[in-house]
């Protein structure tokens, strides 16, 4: 099972744009499906995106479309969420996650990282 670091959390304002990172480490990786989830608090815990790793094909929470862009690198085991024209109601702590299965169910996915906290203020 690879080791899923995320990174690139941080505070910011409304309006400004952040970029997280999600390493795989001690191993590449072997599952079929990436995806962002996030958690504010109080909150349960929501899926942002998702992406397959074998058709490149995305899918987007409504939320965050045509704001939040998915990529991968895959030379450096590692997958990329760009955001922008960030809110206030995106303050949560975001998980990347490894599964076998496209979409938007969190059951899909079976392999988490640790999280990073995003903060958007005013």
């Known amino acids: 099972q690879v080791h899923l670091v995320e990174s690139g959390g941080g505070v910011v304002q409304a309006g400004d744009s952040l970029r997280l990172s999600c390493a795989g480490s001690?191993?590449?990786?072997?599952?079929?499906?990436m995806g962002w989830f996030r958690q504010a608090p109080g909150k349960e815990r929501e899926f942002v995106v998702c992406?397959?790793?074998?058709?490149?094909?995305?899918y987007y929470a409504d939320s965050v479309k045509g704001r939040f862009t998915i990529s991968r690198d895959n030379a450096k085991n590692t997958v990329y969420l760009q955001m922008r024209s960030l809110k206030p109601e995106d303050t949560a702590v975001y998980y990347c996650a490894a599964g076998d299965v496209f979409g938007p169910d969190d059951n899909y996915y079976d392999n988490w990282g640790q999280g990073t906290q995003v903060t958007v203020s005013s």
């Open positions: 992406i397959s790793l074998v058709s490149d094909s995305t």
């Open positions: 001690g191993r590449t990786f072997s599952s079929n499906v």
